[in-house]
């Protein structure tokens, strides 16, 4: 699916239209009466041949709908064997943790939930981390920092659409085979193949990938605790040692079928194998005040994700110049959680052996559409259609094997969630005039939940959301690169089922800083109103300067919320008002060659994001969005010379203390990492990449702090290494 926007100007059209008018007026004047003195026409017509480059087309630069499009050859330069680790490097986009540990993928630095993540242009299911896809199997990455009516307006910070692997050009046959080593013991191998070709009017192709990751740590953490006078009345130091490794299976096979009368049918599959196995050892030494209720406890966690998803789209153009594309999906996707606890060290608590398994399956289906009218000239009209329904079932047990008769706090859990989805729009693309162009669209969503659990009432939620979004396009006369982009939209974000049912997952040393977590079957979605606007100035091939900026007013701002509930803390969501957000984006990017003559071939980029943000009911210093990312930048070259391509990309991202509520602050480090590559091309079938990752090394720092008025405050921090190494690939094609 692509995001609107008006008909682009297609050099190859423009050239059949020259080359037809040209031949009519040459017939023309081959027909009219020769005026006196006037040579005859040769006998022989010249022949006319125009040829341009369908390349020309930039989406970024010409699309009214604001969409920076990262194409395949951009995600996969530096070796990456995770889209985590290759969106890092995407100006506005920043990343937190990793590919089967969880990935959060943030536009604008929020997280929880504001960056729309799709797949295909559909949302990905809940508990799919796609993070772990591996970027051979992606085609491109389609960045929207504004709504539009043809993608769910849940896009409060943006969108990020993850379209997989779909065009067959050519026959294509192609093998990587890759290894990465590192420090803590990290080895990483990978093998990914890629097939296609055309028989007839069918095509297909295919692409598959298998990635490996395996890994050693040792975070340590220091826990203190201050009366109300601000006294040291607790010390604690722990050490974990942790084991663990990541395995990842991603296919995506595609079959295309052209009809006779231009209509095509497709057929995609998309499946995903994810298995996480991780063991820890923690040891926490008291120095001061009590003990925690296990100074030792040792946990063993496997995680299996797996999702299947088969999509159908039919395409079909009319006579009138109209077209309708329309696609249905089905989905099953299911996980698996098994974590064993075995605690001591504490005679008041004694021991623990606790098996905590949850289980999770998902089984859906969508259907999508729109249809584009081809009647009004200078408009792109189109109405479509969004429709999907999931259902799911989880369970939880907990239990003990030391006190099987006693139930531990969540106990044994289970419920079932139905969800139903529908969704109308309308969009219209008008160019106005041939520098001035505008982007409407309205969409209506309605979401509509229903959960039934053993442990709680059923719960049944019911929302719906009318989008208007308005975006425009202005390229400013006497200039030839030089374009002003506004827009205007109402976005949203729904609760999940998650964060609506009381369903309680438990913490082992319970505390202000380690809670418990429940969810509120009371949340309202949260509405936004944002407004976009941004300069760009392109004045050669591939130079483009950008600066915009940007705002969002929420209300019914969500926010988890810790309490005491008579036996242990717990952390629970609640709207708690309102919230503004504001940012500023800065890009550059282009060859050696804008700037001075040179045959050197040096391509240049950098990148800059500001972001503020305030909760108008936590008051005090460092309050801000959802641990909003402040500030983050890239700074990236590529020099070519001969069969030799190398670069380099720094990244940074800004952290800080972040006011959660008003008794309860966070601090996350600065990250900085530099990564490094190479490409050797030894002939057109046979080329060797190498890149390093983590050159910096830098050890990441979280701290949480907990004030009980009155009482004092809890203070948690933990601190986990990032070690170095590096990566090498053989691609191959035969």
């Not at 497709?266 to 040891?283: I, K, L």
């Not at 094997?401 to 219209?428: F, T």
């Not at 005491?564 to 060659?593: Q, Y």
């Given at each position: ?35 006196k ?52 490097r ?19 630095g ?15 299911p809940?508990g ?51 290894y ?51 006294r ?37 599959t998309f ?57 249905v ?7 698996e ?6 605690g001591a ?44 329904y ?14 099987l ?9 289970r ?14 693309e ?18 509509r ?34 374009q ?7 976005t ?12 309680r ?14 969810g ?17 100035h ?5 130079a483009l ?60 980029r ?18 801000r ?17 001969g ?6 990309s720094f ?36 080329q ?47």
């Amino acid at each position: 699916m692509h995001m609107p926007s008006a008909t682009p100007f297609r050099p190859t059209l423009f050239a059949a239209a020259v080359a037809l008018l040209v031949s009519m007026t040459a017939h023309a004047q081959q027909a009219a009466p020769l005026k006196k003195d006037e040579p005859a026409p040769d006998a022989k017509m010249q022949r006319v041949e125009i040829q341009g480059k369908a390349d020309a087309y930039d989406p970024r630069r010409d699309d009214t709908a604001t969409r920076i499009v990262v194409n395949h050859d951009e995600l996969v330069k530096y070796g990456d064997t995770s889209l985590a680790d290759a969106l890092k490097r995407v100006p506005g986009v920043t990343v937190s943790g990793s590919a089967g540990r969880g990935t959060e993928i943030r536009m604008r630095g929020l997280g929880a939930g504001y960056t729309q993540i799709l797949l295909n242009g559909e949302r990905a299911p809940a508990g799919f981390d796609i993070g772990s896809l591996a970027p051979d199997v992606i085609e491109r990455i389609e960045v929207l920092r504004a709504a539009s009516a043809e993608y769910s307006t849940q896009s409060i910070a943006g969108t990020i659409n993850v379209v997989l692997k779909k065009t067959v050009k050519a026959a294509q046959r192609e093998l990587k085979a890759g290894y990465g080593r590192g420090g803590g013991d990290f080895k990483s191998p990978t093998l990914n193949l890629q097939l296609s070709d055309k028989l007839g009017k069918l095509s297909y192709s295919f692409a598959g990938n298998y990635f490996r990751s395996q890994f050693t740590g040792d975070p340590s953490s220091t826990e203190r605790f201050f009366d109300a006078g601000g006294r040291l009345t607790g010390l604690r130091q722990g050490l974990s040692s942790q084991v663990g490794r990541f395995t990842g299976v991603n296919l995506t096979p595609r079959l295309n079928y052209t009809f006779d009368n231009g209509d095509t049918l497709t057929a995609q599959t998309f499946a995903n194998a994810g298995h996480f196995r991780q063991r820890e050892a923690g040891r926490v030494a008291t120095l001061q005040g009590p003990l925690p209720a296990y100074p030792a406890l040792d946990q063993s966690m496997s995680n299996d994700n797996d999702l299947l998803r088969q999509e159908f789209n039919w395409v079909h153009a009319f006579e009138s110049g109209g077209k309708l594309d329309a696609k249905v999906s089905g989905q099953y996707g299911s996980a698996e959680n098994i974590t064993y606890r075995s605690g001591a060290g504490n005679p008041a608590t004694g021991a623990l052996n606790s098996r905590i398994q949850s289980n999770n399956d998902v089984r859906g289906g969508t259907s999508t559409g729109k249809y584009t009218s081809g009647r009004f000239e200078g408009h792109a009209l189109a109405f479509g259609w969004d429709a999907g329904y999931n259902k799911s079932h989880d369970a939880r047990r907990e239990s003990d094997a030391l006190r099987l008769d006693i139930l531990p706090p969540g106990g044994d859990e289970r419920y079932s969630a139905k969800v139903g989805r529908l969704a109308v729009y309308a969009q219209d693309e008008w160019n106005v005039t041939p520098r001035w162009s505008v982007y409407l669209g309205a969409r209506w969503e309605g979401i509509r939940t229903q959960v039934e659990g053993n442990t709680f009432d059923a719960i049944r939620n019911r929302s719906s959301v009318l989008s208007p979004v308005a975006q425009t396009l202005y390229k400013l006369p006497g200039t030839k690169g030089d374009q002003l982009r506004l827009a205007l939209t109402r976005t949203y974000k729904t609760p999940s089922v998650q964060t609506l049912i009381p369903h309680r997952f438990t913490s082992v040393n319970n505390s202000q800083t380690d809670p418990d977590s429940i969810g509120n079957p009371n949340l309202k979605p949260e509405l936004a109103l944002g407004l976009d606007a941004s300069y760009e100035h392109y004045w050669a091939e591939g130079a483009l300067l950008s600066a915009s900026v940007s705002s969002r007013r929420i209300t019914d701002y969500t926010r988890d919320l810790i309490a005491f509930d008579g036996a242990r803390w717990v952390s629970s969501p609640s709207n708690i008002g309102s919230a503004r957000t504001h940012g500023l984006e800065l890009e550059a990017r282009f060859p050696l060659k804008a700037l001075m003559q040179t045959t050197t071939a040096l391509d240049l980029r950098a990148s800059l994001s500001r972001n503020w943000s305030s909760v108008d009911a936590v008051p005090g210093p460092d309050n801000r969005l959802a641990n909003q990312t402040p500030l983050s930048a890239t700074l990236g070259a590529d020099y070519k010379k001969g069969a030799l391509t190398t670069g380099a990309s720094f990244t940074f991202k800004n952290g800080g203390f972040a006011r959660v509520s008003s008794n309860q602050t966070s601090y996350a480090s600065v990250r900085r990492d530099l990564d490094l590559y190479a490409l050797w091309k030894f002939n057109p079938k046979v080329q060797l990449r190498v890149a390093s990752f983590f050159l910096l090394a830098q050890d990441n720092v979280s701290e949480s702090t907990y004030f009980t008025p009155g009482e004092g405050s809890q203070t948690s921090r933990t601190v986990s290494q990032s070690r170095r190494g590096v990566r090498g690939a053989l691609e191959m094609k035969f």
